[in-house]
């Protein structure tokens, strides 16, 4: 089976940065994905690793290592529209899309 | 490239009613999932195809859920009858490899 963690809320201030870890034990491993979800929204895709290292796109960078089990997502420069919930997705090797319970993120001004 | 579609956004329905959810896949994505999503936890997976066959449906409560993809295309997702423990947003996802999309869900309201 797969157990994902990720912590519930994490607040930050309009500027700084924000890492939102994710740990994963999964019956193997075919990619981890980030999702950002907006209230009363489908969630909508960050960024997808399937092998270990950082991937950056913009202000949103995506870390992964699979013999840890572990992965990030780093935001920066935080916006107030970076309030949101926060999905860490693992694929297993049947393609099986897991998803966590998400973190809370709350940019104050 | 046109998403996810679903259909309906909305449906509030009685207890022991019955209620029924289409999702049409974004074009050339094999793998189709759909999702309840209750208020404040993470999506949890209720079915999985790949093309017209079921993957995975071990979450899926089978006495009164269920779902097919004909052609391997089109999914709809079956409530019956509909209990108020099913009221969440039901949503629609596909994939092919890396790539991925959410459909804007089906918001159940169960009374």
């Known amino acids: 089976g797969q157990n994902i963690d990720q912590p519930t809320e994490m607040t930050a201030t309009e500027g700084a940065i924000v890492q939102i870890n994710c740990t994963y034990q999964?019956?193997?491993?075919?990619?981890l994905f980030w999702y950002q979800q907006h209230a009363g929204e489908a969630p909508t895709f960050l960024s997808y690793?399937?092998?270990?290292g950082l991937e950056e796109k913009g202000r949103f960078s995506s870390f992964l290592s699979r013999s840890k089990g572990y992965s990030y997502l780093l935001l920066k420069e935080l916006q107030m529209k970076d309030s949101a919930s926060y999905l860490c997705a693992v694929a297993d090797s049947w393609g099986k899309l897991q998803f966590g319970a998400g973190t809370q993120v709350v940019v104050t001004p | 490239e046109a998403g996810v579609a679903q259909s309906p956004r909305y449906k509030i329905i009685e207890k022991r009613q019955s209620v029924a959810f289409w999702c049409n896949p974004i074009s050339g994505h094999a793998t189709l999932y759909w999702y309840q999503q209750i208020l404040g936890q993470g999506p949890k997976l209720l079915i999985q195809f790949q093309n017209n066959g079921v993957v995975d449906d071990s979450q899926l409560p089978k006495d009164r859920f269920s779902a097919e993809r004909l052609k391997g295309v089109d999914s709809t997702l079956k409530i019956q009858p509909a209990k108020l423990e099913d009221s969440a947003v039901y949503l629609c996802?596909?994939?092919?490899?890396?790539?991925?999309?959410f459909g804007p869900g089906t918001r159940l309201t169960v009374t």
């Open positions: 999964t019956s193997g491993f075919n990619g």
């Open positions: 690793n399937v092998l270990d």
């Open positions: 996802a596909s994939s092919l490899g890396g790539d991925s999309g």
